[in-house]
């Protein structure tokens, strides 16, 4: 978003940009314009206003700061264009997952159902305009003088297997639709030798279909996959109009991003390592408890106790927030980060905080593992309240923001303790993808989301701990409590759900009741 005009006191400015950050808003200099990006409704039309008064001053101020060229990813000169680094995200779920010796399992899944007239034909071509458009379509992961890199190749074999079901009885489709998806998933992907995407449609009937996409986590994120599915509509329709295909501006790639990643690696730490070094001592001994796990099997599955705040409850939040001059994101995070340090009975604690890491207008449409964790401090005082830890959060979260080390500590040989604590994330909304909006679909097509078997989301995750993954639907929020199935039973699962509500309600209500009051049922 784009920002005008100007003229206000220098001490004003760094007051707005300073008020504004710490709200978890974005500020960036493109072009000579200030550009921004927040969460939803963070912004007052006064803070906007003051914004754009003052745009000229902050254009100059950030254009000037020398932290500029590291924060801002740009394109710079490439030895190769057919070889990357691994970015740090990338490098952190390669050796999580073992992946020099193993398969990988750990997958970015969608899958959709499409009611109307399908040209198949067209499909296709869309999709190999997306294999010639996303870099990571042709990508594989090799060792090389004993690292791992990217290898990009110059076209790549990625088909549409179309599976008709159309003449089985309609008992035994859905059945099959289970297993055909399930295979599809769960079918380990070599990503030294194959291609790291797969996309499977089923044919239910004449004007109903199932599509499935398959990505290897690292060439992907849950922002990419929905980047991904809005260009394959986008061009699938434009591939039925016979227009030529066209899309939103893309000047970097994930393998760019690497490039620059590791190109500005020793600046940052100069900037950045004397913060780290001071919180990497304090953060040490900061390991969540995990004495509370219930140990029931050794096959590592994950599980979903799921989350459903309705239409009231969602708008009682979001009033409670604006009163507060804060987010409905901050205000859901506070609860879950109440609810822990109580159900664990401690003090402090660092919290990862997941975000899309997109610093810049140039990565919005780019598709790759750019999401990462910002490392949020949390301490409450014995007398400590809702109010009193939202203020703490916040101050952290803008902290860990500014000082952000996109994925550097967790893609550590040994990645210290405090990167496995337990995870919020906050699934942002994406208004082009079409599954949601219906926006850019021929009018003979409605998509909708397909749910995917408990078997299957069971079987996906990260061996680390259990997180929470919320998101606004409409007018409610959805989402999970995702845990590890081996360490945590269904009912304990269901118990915490439980007191997350519990927890939500009484922030709401009784804001400064000092939450070690509060009981964990």
Known sequence: MELRNSRLPMDRILSVIGSVRRKGVHLWAENGQLRYKAPRGALTPEELAQLARSRSEIVDLLERNADAEL??????????????????????????????????????????????????????????????????LRTRVIVENDEPVQVIAESCDLELVVSDLTQLPEEAREAEVSRITEAAVLLPIDISSEPLARLKLLKLFEEEHILVLVMEHIITDQFSV?????????????????????????????????????????????????????????????????????????????????????????????????????TLVMGAFTAYVALI?????????????????????????????????????????ESGNFLDLLQCL???????????????????????????????????????????????????????????????RNQLGRDTEPYMALGEHGDVILGAWNYPSHRFSSGLAERIRNCYSVFLQEMIRNPQRPIRELQVL
């Not at 070889?83 to 899958?111: E, N």
């Not at 109580?342 to 593992?369: D, K």
């Open 394 to 456: 916040t101050e952290e979260y803008c902290k860990a923001y500014e000082h952000a080390d996109y994925s550097y500590w967790e893609a550590q040989v040994n990645p210290p303790e405090f990167t496995r604590n337990t995870c919020f994330n906050w699934l942002s909304r994406n208004p082009g993808l079409p599954v949601e909006s219906g926006e850019g679909l021929p009018v003979d097509l409605v998509c909708s989301k397909f749910p995917l078997s408990p078997t299957i």
């Open 71 to 136: 924060s801002e990813p740009r394109l710079l000169a490439r030895t190769s264009r057919d070889r990357a680094p691994l970015s740090f995200a990338q490098l952190a779920h390669w050796r999580l997952y073992d992946l020099r010796d193993q398969p990988s399992f750990c997958l970015g899944v969608a899958a959709v159902r499409l009611q109307g007239k399908l040209n198949v034909t067209a499909l296709r071509g869309s999709i190999r305009e997306m294999v010639r458009r996303h870099e990571v």
């Open 341 to 381: 340090l109580r159900w664990c009975a401690v003090s402090r604690g660092v919290f990862l905080y997941q975000w899309n890491g997109r610093t810049s207008a140039g990565m919005e449409n780019s598709l790759g593992y750019f999401a990462s964790a910002l490392y949020v401090y949390a301490e409450l005082a």
């Open 226 to 326: 929905n980047v991904l599915l809005r260009d394959i509509f986008t061009g699938y329709k434009q591939a039925l109009q016979g227009r030529p295909f066209a899309f939103p501006n893309m000047p970097m790639q994930l393998s760019d991003y690497a490039v620059w990643q590791r190109s500005t690696h020793q600046a940052w730490l100069e900037r950045h390592g004397p913060y780290w070094h001071e919180r990497a001592e304090r953060y040490a001994a900061l390991r969540l408890p995990s004495d509370l796990q219930l140990q029931i099997s050794t096959h590592r599955h994950w599980g979903s106790a799921r989350v459903h705040i309705d239409r009231s409850g969602t708008e009682e939040l979001s009033q409670w927030c604006r009163g507060r001059g804060t």
